[in-house]
């Protein structure tokens, strides 16, 4: 896979890319990230890459010039994603995340200001995403953020294969909760049934709980889950503990 951000702050961009999995996927061959400076194609000595609206009204726009010709200069393959980062865009998901890993190669527009001229969004852009309903100052951290959850997908990139397997959202669910030691920590114990090396139960205990979680947290995933005969029994299960517990 090939990423390609474009950007005014690039050494921003190339610092949140040097750590910890992103890196070393990097170094691995798993991925090929590339930061380029908007900069270098804006025309004229102050190598402008924004300008004020026409119409009138508060705020720079980023210039489509600079843009296309960033793009344009990548060579991008037919089926490369042309992703303008906007909060005006699809909310960006585990699902989507998933849906680009499976893509060639990834270019990344970074916004500022008031955002791209409509040109760039309509004629350069073959998506538009946001990362949440809230406005940034620029699309770096939304790079980043996409950079990130999408390269943990490619294959090779995490140790053990079934980390991503089990993630929060990567069914629909989110995961269950993780112990390490101590056993006891403050008179905190580690529940019984993950140390009893009995594996068919530690795994319906984890799944119960993703179950329990979902159903108490996020109600807009649980009335999308359809829970299979056995999450069924599961649920039954956890109905029953939960009338003892409060008769
Ligand atoms: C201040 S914002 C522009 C917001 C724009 N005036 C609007 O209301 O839609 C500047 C840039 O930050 C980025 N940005 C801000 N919030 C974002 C979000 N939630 N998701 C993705 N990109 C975002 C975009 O690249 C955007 O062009």
């Known amino acids: 896979m090939r990423i390609d951000v474009i950007t005014i702050f690039p050494d921003m961009v190339r610092a949140g890319l040097g750590y910890s999995i992103v890196k070393r996927a990097q170094e691995a061959?798993?991925?090929?990230?590339?930061?380029?400076d908007?900069?270098?194609h804006a025309p004229g000595k102050h190598r402008a890459t924004d300008d004020s609206p026409y119409g009138g009204g508060a705020?720079?726009?980023?210039?489509?010039?600079?843009?296309?010709q960033a793009v344009e200069s990548l060579d991008p393959v037919p089926e490369a994603r042309i992703i303008l980062l906007t909060p005006q865009g699809e909310t960006f998901s585990q699902a989507k995340a998933r849906e680009l890993s499976e893509a060639?190669?990834?270019?990344?527009?970074?916004?500022?200001?008031?955002?791209?001229?409509?040109?760039?969004?309509?004629?350069?852009?073959?998506?538009?995403?946001?990362?949440?309903?809230?406005?940034?100052?620029?699309?770096?951290?939304?790079?980043?953020?996409?950079?990130?959850?999408?390269?943990?997908?490619?294959?090779?990139?995490?140790?053990?294969?079934?980390?991503?397997?089990?993630d929060t959202f990567t069914d629909g669910l989110l995961e269950y909760p993780h112990y390490t030691r101590p056993l006891d920590f403050r008179g905190w114990r580690v529940p019984d049934v993950l140390l009893s090396g009995h594996h068919a139960e530690i795994a319906k205990w984890r799944r119960k709980e993703q179950l329990r979680r979902t159903r108490e947290?996020?109600?807009?995933?649980?009335?999308?889950?359809?829970?299979?005969?056995?999450?069924?029994?599961?649920?039954?299960?956890?109905?029953?503990?939960?009338?003892?517990?409060?008769?």
């Open 29 to 36: 061959g798993h991925v090929r990230v590339a930061v380029h």
């Open 38 to 40: 908007l900069r270098d």
């Open 59 to 68: 705020g720079m726009v980023m210039l489509p010039g600079p843009l296309f």
């Open 104 to 166: 060639p190669h990834l270019v990344l527009l970074c916004g500022h200001y008031e955002g791209f001229d409509e040109r760039v969004r309509r004629h350069l852009a073959t998506d538009e995403i946001s990362i949440g309903d809230y406005v940034l100052t620029g699309g770096e951290l939304p790079a980043l953020v996409i950079a990130d959850a999408v390269t943990r997908l490619l294959p090779g990139v995490l140790g053990n294969a079934e980390s991503a397997e089990a």
């Open 217 to 247: 947290r996020r109600p807009d995933l649980w009335a999308e889950f359809v829970p299979s005969k056995s999450d069924q029994k599961l649920l039954a299960q956890l109905a029953e503990e939960e009338s003892e517990e409060n008769p």
